[in-house]
């Protein structure tokens, strides 16, 4: 009989440490270019749904149409919306953030608008009263009481994004996604579990971190609480 093989490589297990040891720079660089798809396309996302949340806010007739907008693209299928995308940005890591900035905003704009309308109107009143103009108001009144909820978006648009950035893998750029792609086709167990389980980590050590970041910038929500 011919002896089983001596590394779990050849035996093509799912938990294999000699897949760490020898792939470590492959995964390190599927683990960056994930991590800058995500950080790009919920900071873009950030920056555009900031504006049309106050704009949503400032002008009641147009928060009907934003939050429609929004939602009809936060329901189309991935795949789908890549495709639609790949006319204008070809097979390019360009692609797939403009996808994920797509797919934030209803998340972003939904949560930040939630947090402007929840400013209480005795609170803008006694800034105008004080001289505070609009824009002042916005910035040193409304936008800071409503960073509870703005950063309750910016949490679940990012998990999101974490998630969504390895259906960039269908383009090639995927990050750990690209390696879970491969690995299926070839049926490279280690492969699969391993950027699986990275996806797993680098979604709850950024919402962790955000997390720490709302707790950080928000100290009055924990005086009212306690």
């Known amino acids: 009989m011919t002896a089983p093989p001596d590394d779990c490589l050849a035996r093509n297990e799912w938990i294999c440490g000699e897949y760490l ?14 991590l800058q798809l995500t950080a790009i396309s919920v900071l873009i996302g950030l920056a555009i749904a900031l504006p049309l949340a106050v704009v949503a806010r400032r002008w009641g007739w147009a928060a009907g149409p934003v939050l429609a907008v929004t939602t009809i693209l936060y329901t189309i299928p991935s795949l789908a919306m890549f495709s639609l995308l790949l006319p204008v940005y070809g097979l390019s890591a360009t692609l797939v953030v403009a996808g994920l900035v797509l797919y934030s905003l209803t998340l972003l704009v939904r949560n930040i608008l939630a947090g ?14 004080m001289g505070y103009g609009p824009i002042r ?12 909820a703005a950063m309750a978006g910016l949490r679940i648009a990012t998990v999101s994004a974490v998630s969504l950035v390895t259906v960039g893998a269908i383009v090639g750029f ?7 792609y491969a690995g299926m086709n070839t049926y490279f167990k280690a492969q699969v579990l ?3 389980v990275l996806c797993v980590v680098i979604a709850i050590v950024a919402d962790l971190l955000l997390l720490l970041v709302q707790r950080l910038i928000t100290p009055w929500t924990r005086a009212v609480r306690g």
């Open 174 to 180: 995927g990050g750990l996604g690209n390696l879970i």
């Open 137 to 148: 108001l916005l910035l040193t009144v409304e936008l800071p009481l409503a960073l509870p």
């Open 21 to 34: 040891s020898t792939r470590r720079h492959i995964l390190l660089d599927a683990v960056v270019q994930h």
């Open 194 to 196: 391993t950027a699986s």
């Open 116 to 129: 402007l309308r929840a400013v209480p109107e005795e609170t803008r009143q006694a800034a105008r009263g």
